[in-house]
T-cell receptor
């Protein structure tokens, strides 16, 4: 595997379920990001991790819980989601979390909350 | 608060046409600007990154320009091909830890 991978690619869950999205980067980068892309809104940054430390939380509800156990892996734990949380969730990485560093994106997880 | 707008929202053209996609941003204090391509079911592919000190960048048939003072960028696609069909996203680096602010995109269809 090369680049940024995400699993699963598709996920359907009920509002009472707990699930996790996984992202893995094979680029040797030190910064990782979660983005949300809803059908009617532009891509929105959710979280930024730099050297496994969360450095930005873009006012994301607590039902989304990120985890970065090492610089290559990023998780997004989901619980008690709402139907409006249905979206494409994209992971990205960059060499460092510095201004203007090129970000490389994974293919995304398409989430449907019923 | 930085806002990014892309016009048009959708575009359908015959093969061979030269195209201009527009991007505008409200706060000119940006580090740089990036154009991406997004294909259905796939992630984003970076096309061009323009540093705040640059006026344009070129890659093959693509040329992107940046005018910070007016808050505008354009992506020029020469001799369009059906394989160019995708959604094109503009994003600016705006403060914080490499925070990208995206436009809603232009959905391009090039038909033979």
């Amino acid at each position: 595997e090369t680049g940024v991978t995400q699993t699963p690619r598709h996920l359907v869950m009920g509002m009472t379920n707990k699930k996790s999205l996984k992202c893995e980067q094979h680029l040797g980068h030190n910064a990782m990001y979660w983005y949300k892309q809803s059908a009617k809104k532009p891509l929105e940054l959710m979280f930024v991790y730099s050297l496994e430390e969360r450095v930005e939380n873009n006012s994301v509800p607590s039902r989304f819980s990120p985890e970065c156990p090492n610089s290559s892996h990023l998780f997004l734990h989901l619980h008690t989601l709402q139907p409006e949380d249905s979206a494409l969730y994209l992971c990205a990485s960059s060499q460092v979390a510095g201004a203007g560093e090129t970000q490389y994106f994974g293919p995304g997880t398409r989430l449907l909350v019923l | 608060k930085q806002e990014v707008t892309q016009i048009p929202a959708a575009l359908s053209v015959p093969e061979g046409e030269n195209l201009v996609l527009n991007c505008s941003f409200t706060d000119s204090a940006i580090y740089n600007l990036q154009w991406f391509r997004q294909d259905p079911g796939k992630g984003l592919t970076s096309l061009l990154l323009i540093q705040s000190s640059q006026r344009e960048q070129t890659s093959g048939r693509l040329n992107a320009s940046l005018d910070k003072s007016s808050g505008r960028s354009t992506l020029y696609i020469a001799a369009s091909q059906p394989g160019d069909s995708a959604t094109y996203l503009c994003a600016v680096f705006s403060g914080g830890y490499n925070k990208l602010i995206f436009g809603a995109g232009t959905r391009l269809a090039v038909h033979p």
